[in-house]
């Protein structure tokens, strides 16, 4: 079964850099479907933040597409977010999540994990 | 940006009860709509896809109608394990996915 796994820091200084790694397994991110982030902000808000497709291209949400970038090692099967200049509006639970290239719905999760941004 | 407006924020329910989610889009979107549930610390789950079609594993008295901007996500006889968070999206506007502000579904 396809499983995907978040970790991070869990704390974060304004103005530095977060990275996240999504590890998956049961499924390689090369041979299909596009593996995105989300997050979900304190209050429940959903934002998608950008995914990194089987073949290596990304697409990014506008909002956000000066300070992210998504990446991927597929030896070790997993993709990364890095958000430079964060704020402490970048406190959020973040999901990596697995969807179609067109057929564009999020069939599995990760677990989520939880970034505070504070001094 | 295409906005997603769901209502109510909260419903009260009683365990048995049939009960209405609504999703509204800003703008016309088709049927590309989908419908997820979050439980209380877990990562959302899909219950519905384009708006109307089931997904292998969900309960069937989970289903959704809609198209164009106006959706609806039902559940026929509410069970204890229901409730929880409620989220539309949609996927008219690939690939910049935008989600509704979610209904919490709550025991009376």
């Known amino acids: 079964d396809v499983q995907l796994q978040e970790s991070g820091p869990g704390l974060v200084k304004p103005s530095q850099s977060l990275s996240l790694t999504c590890t998956v397994t049961?499924?390689?991110?090369?041979?299909?479907?596009?593996w995105n982030w989300i997050r979900q902000f304190p209050g429940n808000k959903l934002e998608w933040m950008g995914y990194?497709?089987?073949?290596?291209?990304?697409s990014y949400n506008p909002s956000l597409k000066s300070r992210i970038s998504i990446t991927r090692d597929t030896s070790k099967n997993q993709f990364f977010l890095q958000l430079n200049s964060v704020t402490t509006e970048d406190t959020a639970t973040y999901y990596c999540a697995r969807s179609g290239l067109r057929l564009w719905y999020f069939d599995y999760w990760g677990q989520g994990t939880t970034l505070t941004v504070s001094s | 940006d295409i906005v997603l407006t769901q209502s109510p924020a909260t419903l009260s329910v009683t365990p048995g009860d049939s009960v209405s989610l609504s999703c509204r889009a800003s703008?016309?979107?088709?049927?590309?709509l989908h419908w997820y549930q979050q439980k209380s610390h877990e990562s959302p789950r899909l219950l519905i896809k384009?708006?109307?079609q089931s997904i292998s594993g969900i309960p069937s008295r989970f289903s959704g109608s809609g198209s164009g901007t106006d959706f609806t996500l039902s559940i026929n006889s509410v069970e204890t394990e229901d409730f929880g968070m409620y989220f539309c999206q949609q996927s008219n506007s690939w690939p910049h996915a935008t989600f509704g502000g979610g209904t919490k579904l709550e025991i009376k």
């Open positions: 049961g499924y390689s991110i090369t041979s299909d479907y596009a």
């Open positions: 990194i497709s089987y073949s290596g291209s990304t």
């Open positions: 384009y708006a109307s």
């Open positions: 703008q016309s979107i088709s049927n590309n």
